[in-house]
């Protein structure tokens, strides 16, 4: 079953008479007025989407009427793979999948193709009505796409987290913990406030910046406490 949204009503307008106008391309299941937007019911996905591309625009009393599919939940956009097609038929494919719904993308790459669909459901229509079907003198096979983004396939691209998750470039992972106390030894750094006295090698003190000094010196005190506590 589709939704369809249809906005801009006109104040004329009635149930039956947006039902009739709907029933001319499919079954309509069920049809809504409310204030200056209506909703419309469509059992196939097919006629729905000719309804969709037909009465967009549509005059009904004199006013242009909106018609679009209702943004439902499943919205999210869907890859699908598609094997057994040949280069060259990237348009006649295009429209084939148009007549599910809206295709943001459609590429053949070998005998292959990949093709974006905006909607979920739509694609799992596609899928439903197009898979195993004879498309230019073959029978093609239509899946959802498992492939991943190009980028996540980069040599430098962390491994996938529990349960096949992989992290966005940039993932910060986990909390680096603070350095050990020989390290804090090792750089020679005065445990006292860096305003209270000069540093005991000055050398150690002048490569790092005064904030970081405050810093080091602040964890030695404090570690200092703890150990004296």
Same mark, same amino acid.
């Given at each position: 079953?589709?939704? *369809?949204? *249809? $906005?801009?009503?006109?104040?004329?307008?009635?149930?039956?008479?947006? %039902?009739?106008?709907?029933?001319?391309?499919?079954?309509?299941?069920?049809?809504?007025?409310? /204030?200056?937007?209506?909703?419309?019911?469509?059992?196939?996905?097919?006629?729905?989407?000719?309804?969709?591309? +037909?009465?967009?625009?549509? /005059?009904?009393?004199?006013?242009?009427?909106?018609?679009?599919?209702?943004?439902?939940?499943? %919205?999210?956009?869907?890859?699908?793979?598609?094997?057994? &097609?040949?280069?060259?038929?990237?348009?006649?494919? #295009?429209?084939?999948?148009?007549?599910?719904?809206? &295709?943001?993308?459609?590429?053949? &790459?070998?005998?292959?193709?990949?093709?974006?669909? =905006?909607?979920? =459901?739509?694609?799992? =229509?596609? *899928?439903?009505?197009?898979?195993?079907?004879?498309? %230019?003198?073959?029978?093609?096979?239509? %899946? *959802? +796409?498992?492939?991943?983004?190009?980028?996540?396939?980069?040599?430098?691209?962390?491994?996938?987290?529990?349960?096949?998750?992989?992290?966005?470039?940039?993932?910060? $992972?986990?909390?680096?913990?603070?350095?050990?106390?020989?390290?804090?030894?090792?750089?020679?750094? +005065?445990? #006292?406030?860096?305003?209270?006295?000069?540093?005991?090698?000055?050398?150690?003190?002048? =490569?790092?910046?005064?904030?970081?000094?405050?810093? &080091?010196?602040?964890?030695?005190?404090?570690?200092?406490?703890?150990?004296?506590?």
């Amino acid at each position: 079953m589709v939704k *369809i949204f *249809i $906005g801009n009503v006109p104040r004329e307008a009635d149930k039956d008479e947006i %039902q009739a106008l709907f029933s001319q391309y499919g079954a309509v299941t069920e049809c809504a007025i409310v /204030k200056n937007f209506a909703f419309v019911h469509m059992d196939d996905r097919k006629s729905a989407t000719k309804a969709i591309r +037909s009465l967009h625009l549509y /005059k009904l009393h004199g006013t242009a009427i909106n018609v679009e599919a209702s943004r439902g939940k499943n %919205q999210g956009a869907v890859k699908l793979h598609v094997t057994n &097609v040949e280069k060259g038929n990237d348009d006649e494919l #295009r429209t084939l999948f148009e007549e599910y719904g809206t &295709v943001s993308e459609c590429a053949i &790459v070998k005998n292959f193709a990949f093709v974006h669909m =905006d909607n979920s =459901d739509e694609a799992l =229509d596609a *899928i439903k009505g197009l898979d195993n079907v004879e498309f %230019q003198g073959k029978r093609i096979h239509v %899946q *959802i +796409s498992k492939s991943r983004p190009r980028y996540e396939e980069e040599e430098d691209y962390p491994p996938p987290q529990r349960g096949g998750y992989w992290p966005p470039r940039g993932y910060p $992972g986990e909390r680096h913990d603070p350095p050990p106390p020989s390290y804090l030894r090792g750089l020679n750094i +005065s445990t #006292r406030s860096a305003s209270s006295s000069p540093p005991s090698s000055p050398d150690a003190r002048s =490569d790092l910046p005064p904030r970081l000094v405050e810093r &080091v010196s602040f964890s030695c005190n404090a570690l200092r406490r703890n150990c004296n506590a």
